[in-house]
């Protein structure tokens, strides 16, 4: 599905040569860049939010480093909030379980 999905957006995406897109890549994370850092701000004195936050947390996700200062998922369940359900969900993220249709 993937692959399919790419190859049938593949001509629409394609830009003119010498457009400038190094800047339009740095404007397309700046922003949200910036708006995390505030958040880490609001976040002051929150034991919880004091590892990595702001633009320290986007350079780990763009390096793509194996281990993460603050590997934190929050999901939300679609079906009933079965506790199994979500401990299965979460040992799937873990990699402790294969993934399979929950």
Known sequence: VFVNTCVSR???KLIEAGTPVGAI???SIGEPVAQMTLETFLFAG???????????RIKEIISGQRRISTPIITT?????????????VKRCIEGKIS???L
Request: proline share 3%; net charge negative.
């Open 10 to 12: 593949y001509p629409s």
């Open 25 to 27: 890549a740095a404007l």
């Open 46 to 56: 929150d034991a919880t939010m004091i590892s990595t936050c702001g633009a320290a």
């Open 76 to 88: 939300i369940l679609e079906r009933d909030n079965n506790e199994n359900i979500a401990e299965e």
């Open 99 to 101: 993934v399979r249709m």
